[in-house]
Each structure stands twice: as C-alpha cells, then as structure tokens.
C-alpha cells in the first residue's frame, strides 16, 4: 500500500528524470465512492510555485513519483470546487469510524493503485500511522521482528468514514447519511467528546426525530447545548418528537423563561402532556412516566381493538406497545394484554375476557424505586400509572426508565431500549 505521508516533500520527476518540484498535497474527488480517485497532485518549487497537475500524468507514486510529461509541458489540471485535499482538510482532522461507532483522528491516508490509476483506500488512525508520518515506522518494524511480532495497522476503508468537522467540506450529504444510520446511543456518546463547534456541525443534517432520538440517549449537559443552539421554533419541533417524559425533564432543567417560551411554541397536545409530567417530582413514577401508550375500549372485540390500533392517531404514536391497555369510557383501567395474546386470539372474543381488578398499577406519586421493586417482582415490561384521585389512567413507566436509578449505567446500557430509544 502507499501512504500520504511517504509522499508528501518527496520529489516529483518528469519523463526525462528531471526533478520539477515536490509533492504538497493530492486532491480526490468523488468522495462518495468506496474508492475516490486521484484527480491531482499539487508540486510546489522555487522557480514555478505551485502547480495542480493532472492525474493523468501519474506514471507512478512509489517507490518514486513520476510523471509522462516534460518538465516544461505538465498536464495542468483546473479545479472546480469539488476537490478534496487530503493534507489540507483531511490529515489530521476527526471523523467517525461509522463501522466501530467511534471518534478518531485521521495520523494518515492510505492510496492504491489500480488499472494504472491511483485512489483513496482508507484512512489510518493508529499508532503505526503516527510513527510512520514521525519517520519510525522502520525501527518499529525492526523491532517487532526481533519478539516475532507484526505491527498491527488500523486502517478504516473509506467508504466508513463520515467527517464532522465543522469547516470541513468532507461534509457531504454522503457523511450526514452515515452518520444517521447509526444508532442514536452511538451518536449521543460520539457527542459527549466534541467541542462546541464541531458538535453543532455533526448534528446537521439530522431531521427533527433523528435529532431527538439522539438527544434522548444524550447526557444533561449535551441536551442543553445542542437545543440551546437552535432556533427556538426548531427546539420546540424536537421536543415535540421525544418521548414526554424525555422532553419534560429536558424543560425542568431550563431557566424558567426559556423553558416557557419553548413550552408555548409546543403544540397544545404535546404542551399538556410535558406540563402534566413537570408537575411531578423527577424521581417519582410521574415524573418518568410516558404519557404516550396503546389502549382500546372495553366493549370492543379482538377484531375492533386490532382495526383500533391500526388506524387510531394516538395508537400510532406509540413505539413501545408491547402492551395494550383496555379503558372505559371515563379512561379508568381495566384490564391490560400483550400484543401477542391480542393478535392470536379469535376475532370475535370480547376484550372483557382480559378484565382485572388485580393488574399492578402505581400511582404518579409513587417514588421511582417502587416502580423498580414492581416491575422487578412481577417480571413487567411496563407499569400503569393512575391517578388516585379520578382513578384515570396518565401514562404507564417502561421498564428501562424504572431501573434507570437501580442498575448502574453500563448495565442499563444494555436493556433493551423501549418507546423509541
């Protein structure tokens, strides 16, 4: 493989051998290939400056840079815009791994050859590469045959690279589509190690639900940046696509006046719901509760509870669903089933069948370790939360928001994400 960085200051050779100046940097274009091509290489002089020949004049890159034209008559190439140079705006720079989900820095760039033309295979980001753009990738070599060991390389293909960068034209919308394919948990912890900036830089591009997907799984600290940096009207919308719960202790942790502000460019169902869930303590079973979930009326069958779900606006909405809540006509509950027992049970079977005056509920006062013991002791996906006054049903608390306080972070981590997380 050839290296950028055994390329750079080294001397560039006509069709004669005649030395015409040294190489400086090397443009590629088409970025959102797997392999982009060479285009030109930049040779700086004394005598000529700096010059961008073409890459059709490349008869070599190692172990010598030669070329198939005179000294006098290189192949000029004119740039349009599109180029990227990789010493300029890629050594050195961050980019994220989107296969090893991780921040790294860019120590090298990788080129191959091929069909007699030359491309960008990859970018080095381990120690080898340090040391080989530092001149001592050979004693290292020498020494690791000496205990019978290869130096290990971490060369990440290009087509895995996304640039976050915050000036830096690598931020194509192929890189904004990488980014977003990967998940909101990896992106939230990516977040955590970028400064001010470049974090404003990686998140464009983001819609909305993406953009709040991440937020959700995102520290105290970055929710607050990232929504603080946005247009107020923007920062509603996102609020607007999190999970209540999320969205009410994102508020809760505002100044008062900026959280009002966002809370009155909400729209009025979602306002409501993120009020309702402000009023209660942040540790309690309200507080964490969602108030998005899936019911259907007790006097329905198999049949209309199925319809219901399918074609219901606030059904819909609900991305956890794994259980669904049988409500009368004042939302008091009376019985709860599992999607599967609804979806293998006979048509024709009335919902009353699943009625139970013993299904485990909390009240939204109780504390978050209450949840915890319940859902703990009963084996529960989900809790019902019901207010203890009108016996009304507000929301239910999903496992993983009811260990949130139990189990330590790296191992709550590894829950299953429920309601969209």
């Given at each position: 493989m050839i290296y950028l960085s055994k390329l750079l200051n080294q001397k560039v050779w006509?069709?004669?051998?005649?030395?015409?100046?040294?190489?400086?940097?090397?443009?590629?274009?088409?970025t959102e290939q797997s392999m982009p091509p060479i285009i030109a290489i930049v040779v700086k002089s004394s005598s000529r400056g700096e010059e961008l020949i073409d890459a059709h004049s490349i008869v070599t890159l190692s172990?010598?840079?030669?070329?198939?034209?005179?000294?006098?008559?290189?192949?000029?190439?004119?740039?349009?815009?599109?180029?990227?140079?990789?010493?300029?705006?890629?050594?050195?720079?961050?980019?994220?791994?989107?296969?090893g989900k991780r921040l790294v820095r860019v120590n090298d760039l990788q080129l191959a050859r091929k069909d007699n033309k030359f491309y960008l295979t990859g970018v080095d980001v381990g120690g080898l590469g340090l040391?080989?753009?530092?001149?001592?990738?050979?004693?290292?070599?020498?020494?690791?045959?000496?205990?019978?060991?290869?130096?290990?390389?971490?060369?990440?293909?290009?087509?895995?690279?996304?640039s976050i960068e915050h000036d830096d034209?690598?931020?194509?919308?192929?890189?904004?589509?990488?980014?977003?394919?990967?998940?909101?948990?990896?992106?939230?912890?990516?977040?955590?190690?970028?400064?001010?900036h470049t974090s404003k830089a990686f998140l464009e591009g983001f819609t909305d639900e993406q953009l709040a997907d991440t937020l959700e799984e995102s520290s105290v600290e970055i929710q607050q940046a990232v929504l603080s940096q946005l247009e107020p009207e923007r920062a509603a919308d996102i609020l607007e696509e999190m999970q209540p719960d999320e969205a009410a202790d994102i508020l809760a942790d505002m100044e008062e006046g900026k959280s009002e502000e966002l809370l009155h460019l909400m729209e009025d169902e979602d306002e409501e719901d993120v009020r309702t869930l402000m009023k209660y303590r942040e540790d309690s079973a309200g507080g964490i509760m969602t108030t998005e979930?899936?019911?259907?009326?007790?006097?329905?069958?198999?049949?209309?509870?199925?319809?219901?779900?399918r074609t219901n606006?606030?059904?819909?909405?609900?991305?956890?669903?794994?259980?669904?809540?049988?409500?009368?006509?004042?939302?008091?509950?009376?019985?709860?089933?599992?999607?599967?027992?609804?979806?293998?049970?006979?048509?024709?079977?009335?919902?009353?069948?699943?009625f139970d005056e013993h299904t485990v509920t909390v009240s939204p006062f109780d504390s978050q370790e209450e949840v915890a013991y319940l859902v703990a002791k009963y084996n529960l996906m989900a809790v019902p939360v019901i207010d203890p006054e009108t016996n009304e049903m507000l929301g239910i608390v999903t496992v993983d928001d009811a260990l949130d306080t139990v189990l330590p972070t790296a191992w709550k981590k590894k829950l299953p994400r429920f309601a969209g997380r």
């Amino acid at each position: 493989m050839i290296y950028l960085s055994k390329l750079l200051n080294q001397k560039v050779w006509d069709v004669f051998g005649r030395v015409i100046g040294q190489l400086d940097d090397i443009l590629v274009d088409k970025t959102e290939q797997s392999m982009p091509p060479i285009i030109a290489i930049v040779v700086k002089s004394s005598s000529r400056g700096e010059e961008l020949i073409d890459a059709h004049s490349i008869v070599t890159l190692s172990p010598s840079i030669t070329l198939n034209s005179r000294s006098d008559a290189p192949l000029i190439y004119h740039p349009s815009g599109h180029e990227l140079y990789l010493k300029q705006r890629v050594l050195d720079q961050q980019i994220v791994d989107t296969e090893g989900k991780r921040l790294v820095r860019v120590n090298d760039l990788q080129l191959a050859r091929k069909d007699n033309k030359f491309y960008l295979t990859g970018v080095d980001v381990g120690g080898l590469g340090l040391l080989r753009r530092m001149g001592m990738d050979k004693l290292l070599k020498g020494t690791a045959r000496l205990f019978n060991k290869k130096p290990k390389s971490n060369v990440i293909p290009w087509e895995d690279v996304a640039s976050i960068e915050h000036d830096d034209p690598l931020r194509l919308k192929v890189s904004r589509d990488r980014l977003v394919q990967m998940e909101p948990a990896d992106i939230a912890a990516i977040l955590d190690d970028l400064d001010h900036h470049t974090s404003k830089a990686f998140l464009e591009g983001f819609t909305d639900e993406q953009l709040a997907d991440t937020l959700e799984e995102s520290s105290v600290e970055i929710q607050q940046a990232v929504l603080s940096q946005l247009e107020p009207e923007r920062a509603a919308d996102i609020l607007e696509e999190m999970q209540p719960d999320e969205a009410a202790d994102i508020l809760a942790d505002m100044e008062e006046g900026k959280s009002e502000e966002l809370l009155h460019l909400m729209e009025d169902e979602d306002e409501e719901d993120v009020r309702t869930l402000m009023k209660y303590r942040e540790d309690s079973a309200g507080g964490i509760m969602t108030t998005e979930f899936a019911s259907v009326p007790s006097d329905f069958t198999v049949e209309q509870a199925l319809h219901h779900l399918r074609t219901n606006e606030d059904a819909l909405e609900d991305e956890f669903m794994f259980y669904v809540y049988i409500l009368d006509e004042n939302k008091h509950l009376k019985g709860v089933l599992t999607l599967r027992d609804l979806v293998t049970s006979p048509l024709e079977k009335p919902l009353s069948a699943w009625f139970d005056e013993h299904t485990v509920t909390v009240s939204p006062f109780d504390s978050q370790e209450e949840v915890a013991y319940l859902v703990a002791k009963y084996n529960l996906m989900a809790v019902p939360v019901i207010d203890p006054e009108t016996n009304e049903m507000l929301g239910i608390v999903t496992v993983d928001d009811a260990l949130d306080t139990v189990l330590p972070t790296a191992w709550k981590k590894k829950l299953p994400r429920f309601a969209g997380r």
